[in-house]
């Protein structure tokens, strides 16, 4: 990527995008999993191989409009039908986000559970005073989200592509901060629950016994 100009958004945007070597071996093959008449299905798997490689090469997630042409033209599609594509899926950052991007589900089940205490947690910890923002020394972006899917272990922060659960106001602290060292914490439970059983353990079918002849 070279020659950069601001976007409308405020924004600065690459005015060229390339794959990557890393890139190029994980498009391979996902474009042989389709026919080449059905070669634009892979939009979504590629808009992924984007994010990756800024991931990478600039620490930020996200996927600028000079990769989207590039997408559509590996795909041989109309770059509108990327542009689509890609800001109709909230898991695609359409704008520069921190190098790690705090997804906060604040949604029922997550406020029943205490996402209001998490997400004061995130604001203290990291200096942002609204979900959109980015903190000033450019490791964090904070974006309030929908359920992500994991209730049952709420609230949870979902971390760049990883999901953190039964989270609270100190599990929150102790995660950033750990973030900031350069430590990736396990993902999962923060309580060592087990998969999605309830706090403590399993309370039905707690044996592997083989059940009797008949």
Not at 136 to 160: H, K, R, S, W, Y
Not at 177 to 191: D, H, V
């Amino acid at each position: 990527m070279a020659e950069h100009h601001a976007g409308e958004d405020g924004f600065v945007q690459p005015a060229h995008f390339a794959f990557d070597a890393e890139s190029e071996a994980a498009i391979a093959p996902i474009l042989a999993k389709y026919p080449p008449s059905r070669q634009a299905s892979a939009v979504i798997p590629l808009l992924y191989v984007v994010q990756k490689q800024m991931q990478r090469t600039a620490d930020s997630r996200w996927v600028p409009r000079a990769a989207m042409d590039t997408v559509a033209v590996r795909l041989g599609m109309p770059p509108i039908r990327v542009y689509e594509v890609a800001t109709f899926y909230f898991m695609f950052n359409t704008k520069p986000v921190g190098k790690f991007h705090l997804q906060l589900c604040t949604t029922t089940p997550c406020w029943l559970r205490g996402s209001d205490d998490m997400v004061a947690a995130c604001k203290s910890a990291t200096g942002i005073a609204h979900f959109g923002e980015t903190s000033a020394d450019g490791l964090f972006t904070m974006t309030e989200v929908e359920c992500v899917g994991a209730c049952v272990n709420a609230p949870i922060l979902q971390v760049n592509d990883d999901f953190y659960e039964d989270m609270d106001a100190k599990l929150t602290m102790d995660l950033i901060a750990a973030l900031k060292r350069g430590e990736i914490p396990p993902r999962g439970s923060m309580i060592g629950r087990q998969t999605s059983a309830p706090v403590g353990g399993p309370t039905t079918l707690t044996t592997l016994d083989s059940p009797p002849a008949e």
